[in-house]
């Protein structure tokens, strides 16, 4: 075992003890570093991790479509949902590919493609960011939203969303598929947290059956994007 693993696992045992309960209202100063809970292939530095281990900035962390994670650490909580790549630069992270959800207490802090997105007020706030083709879309759930572009700075209101263009190039992505985040997985991460969002959003990507087409079997329901694919998928 190397020196940085025997460190990886000594911290992950601190640090779960320290955050078992997750409590988004830590507030103590002298807390460090960030536990990653895991449910599903997700891969750490390109290498996979456990339910829980200890993060340090600079990790990489990438999901799958059937996977999710979720960061805790100094009064916040990050969502990492599927098909996602984001780096940890703690406190904050580096949105590099997908979305993530944000709980916090404490001005923590979204980067990515030269956009930031941070609490306005130093209350408890929720919001999303999404990377999407050439845009960086946040949805300001609870509580207003700062973005800054290194220029200038707008405020986003509780209750609203709005779409910035990216302002620089990013890594390439590495984790598949699509990088837009459905409605529907937003309102599931808008009501629950943690890893019970964790398992929610698993059973809910493998609840649907992949089937061949809809002219052969009438369970079959299959929809057609703009390049007339079709996405066939059980219908009970």
Known sequence: MNKLSWK????????????????????SPSASGAVLHSSGAV????????ETTALFPGDSIQTTADSVA????LGSSVLIVPNSLIKF?????????GGVSVTTSQNITISSYGLSFSPAEGKPTKFEVVEYEDSVIVDARQGNVIVADGR???????????????KKAGASPAAEGTHSISGKTWAIVGGASGATVAGILIAESNKKKKCVSASNNKKCKCTKDKNG????????
């Open 70 to 73: 979720n960061i805790t650490a």
């Open 89 to 97: 630069v703690g406190p904050g992270v580096e949105l590099i590919q």
């Open 43 to 50: 891969q750490v530095n390109g290498a996979s991790s456990r």
């Open 8 to 27: 990886r696992q000594l911290t992950s045992i601190i640090l779960m003890t320290s955050f078992s309960c997750a409590a988004l209202g830590a507030d």
């Open 229 to 236: 694919n079709e996405d066939c998928e059980e219908d009970d």
């Open 152 to 166: 200038q700075t707008s405020m986003v209101p509780e209750g609203q969303e709005s779409s910035h263009k990216k």
